[in-house]
């Protein structure tokens, strides 16, 4: 009797591992053809082969454990590619910021302003000191504004007009608006900023024809001509305002990256404490 018990057992046995054999080798090749994406750094592939192991081998417990195992670093290597290319793109960004920036006046007055802004030199105010004008500015952040700067008889104006032989874009509403007197003239100071201003300024950095620029208030309006360094100096603001949050948005993407790397590596750390047995 405890002959055929042992019997019993031993054939339950190799149908276990017989059974075992079946799920797991099959898994076993899915593992493997992970592996190999793994080895050439196609990390994406990789993951996909891990996934189809848990959907279909599930009972494949050993298999499985080793394919997380593989999963944690694809995860870790995916991270550093992230960190290297987000680190590379932020550098190459900001020599060309560096480049570019040398173009223009930096203005800020650290006194009442946390942040300082670009102008182009042609726009300065003191060589300006009794046109009207359309002036453009971008702060280091990368946000830009078009100012319109008007010197005459009070109109209180809000809506800037900008049209050409082809149509016209105009703005209603001011991101803020000073007016005053300097050296006797009457000033009113308007500032939209780009991307609220219903696209003027982009319409201007792209028509190449004369440009005609009205401005009306409560109390009337005032046409002139933009002149051609205006709508250039527009133009190159723009160029600096995309190039500034292109940095920032390379900065932020860097910096995300980083903190997902040291995640996963400090995560890595404790799963690897964790298996060492007490001594």
């Given at each position: ?9 031993l054939?339950?046995?190799?149908m276990l591992?017989s059974?075992?054999k079946s ?9 493997a053809e ?12 990789a993951k996909?082969?891990i996934?189809s192991?848990?959907?279909t ?7 499985r454990r ?7 670093e ?5 991270k ?18 560096d480049?570019?920036v040398?173009e ?10 946390d942040?300082?802004?670009y102008?182009v030199p042609?726009?300065?105010i ?5 046109n ?14 078009l100012t ?6 009070k ?12 149509g016209?874009?105009a ?5 803020s ?12 100071r308007?500032?939209y900023?780009?991307g ?5 300024m982009d319409y ?7 440009l ?22 527009i133009?190159?603001?723009i ?6 949050k292109?940095?920032?948005?390379a900065g932020?993407m860097?910096?995300e ?6 995640f996963?590596?400090?995560s890595?750390?404790?799963?690897q404490?964790?298996a060492?047995?007490?001594?």
């Open positions: 009797m405890k002959k055929i018990h042992s019997l019993l057992l054939l339950f046995a190799v591992l059974c075992e799920i797991e080798e099959p898994a076993r090749q899915l593992l992970a592996n190999e994406f793994f080895a050439t750094n196609d990390y994406n592939s996909i082969f996934d192991i848990s959907i081998y599930p009972k494949a417990y050993k298999t080793d394919a997380e195992i593989l999963r944690r694809v995860m870790l290597k995916e550093q590619r992230d960190v290297e290319y987000f680190t590379s793109m932020y550098e190459m960004l900001s020599e060309r910021r480049s570019l040398t223009f006046t930096y203005n800020k007055d650290s006194q009442y302003q942040m300082g802004y102008t042609s726009q300065a003191a060589l300006n000191p009794f009207c004008f359309l002036r453009a500015s971008v702060k280091e952040n990368g946000d830009a504004y319109s700067y008007y010197r005459g008889a109109i209180a104006h809000k809506r800037l007009k900008i049209s050409s032989g082809d016209f874009v703005c209603e509403a001011p991101f608006s000073r007016s005053y007197w300097q050296l006797g003239v009457y000033n009113e308007r500032d900023r780009y609220d201003d219903n696209g003027v201007i950095a792209s028509v190449e024809s004369p005609k620029v009205e401005i009306s208030g409560e109390q009337g309006k005032y046409e002139y001509m933009l002149r051609e360094e205006d709508a250039t100096a133009k190159r603001v160029e600096l305002s995309n190039l500034l292109m940095v920032e948005e932020v860097r910096d990256a980083q903190r997902a790397l040291d996963l590596i400090k890595q750390q404790r799963s404490e964790n060492v047995p007490n001594q």
